[in-house]
């Protein structure tokens, strides 16, 4: 098993910046993602951003050039930098972690508990 621990989320005005985190403990294999979805009121979870344990990373259209996704592997976490933010990017903000014991098993998906951003005057 494994446990996603969350912080960073708050109100910011637009325009503004915040970091999130999300460490994962637990039982943690090499071969592993993570990342962070959203989910506004009345719409679908969307992949924000994650970055892969080979150093892949990968965005929503979105967010690029706004949005930067970082890890620190000797902590297990991952962190979203976001500038420039805007009304848009309102939402629940998930963290994500999967992890596969070799590259023929299938992935194992974790989930945050979820934190709110609000960018609003």
């Known amino acids: 098993q494994v446990q996603l621990e969350e912080s960073g989320g708050g109100l910011v005005q637009p325009g503004g910046s915040l970091r999130l985190s999300c460490a994962a403990s637990g039982s943690i294999f090499s071969i592993n993602a993570m990342g962070w979805y959203r989910q506004a009121p009345g719409k679908q979870r969307e992949l924000v951003a994650d970055a892969t344990s080979g150093g892949s990373t990968n965005y929503a259209d979105s967010v690029k050039g706004r949005f930067t996704i970082s890890r620190d592997n000797a902590k297990n976490t991952v962190y979203l930098q976001m500038i420039s933010l805007k009304s848009e990017d309102t939402a629940v903000y998930y963290c994500?972690?999967?992890?596969?014991?070799?590259?023929?098993?299938?992935?194992?998906?974790?989930w945050g508990q979820g934190t709110q951003v609000t960018v609003s005057s």
């Open positions: 994500n972690y999967r992890q596969r014991t070799n590259w023929h098993t299938p992935w194992s998906d974790y």
